[in-house]
């Protein structure tokens, strides 16, 4: 089992930047494929992000790509999302979760592949 804790949200302007970080404490960090999501009230949960075990490969949900990176330090057992040019639809409380289903790209979106979630941090972008 892991226990993630995510921090780093905020209140930022529209076009500013955020970096979230994930903790990770419980089984061996690097055999988990790590993934971000977010919900914005009202709405459903959204992916955003994937990161596979060794941290060589990444995938994004199209509205982040060239300006949220997502990132791992498997000896600090930590999972980042770096997030620039932030739009007020970014809006939204932001999760990390851990998966061992596998790296598919079929399953990475897929909220219900990851066995592990963290309580989330909200992301805010005014206008």
């Known amino acids: 089992q892991v226990q993630l804790v995510e921090s780093g949200g905020g209140l930022v302007q529209a076009g500013g930047s955020l970096r979230l970080s994930c903790a990770a404490s419980g089984r061996t960090f690097s055999s988990y494929v790590m993934g971000w999501f977010r919900q914005a009230p009202g709405k459903e949960r959204e992916f955003v992000a994937a990161?596979?075990?060794?941290?060589?490969?990444?995938y994004y949900v199209d509205s982040v790509k060239g300006r949220f990176t997502i990132s791992r330090d498997n000896a600090k057992n930590t999972v980042y999302l770096q997030m620039n040019s932030l739009k007020p639809e970014d809006t939204a409380v932001y999760y990390c979760?851990?998966?061992?289903?596998?790296?598919?790209?079929?399953?990475?979106?897929?909220?219900?592949?990851?066995?592990?979630w963290g309580q989330g941090t909200q992301v805010t972008v005014s206008s």
């Open positions: 979760a851990a998966q061992t289903t596998g790296w598919a790209l079929s399953n990475l979106s897929r909220g219900r592949e990851y066995h592990y």
């Open positions: 990161i596979n075990r060794s941290g060589v490969m990444t």
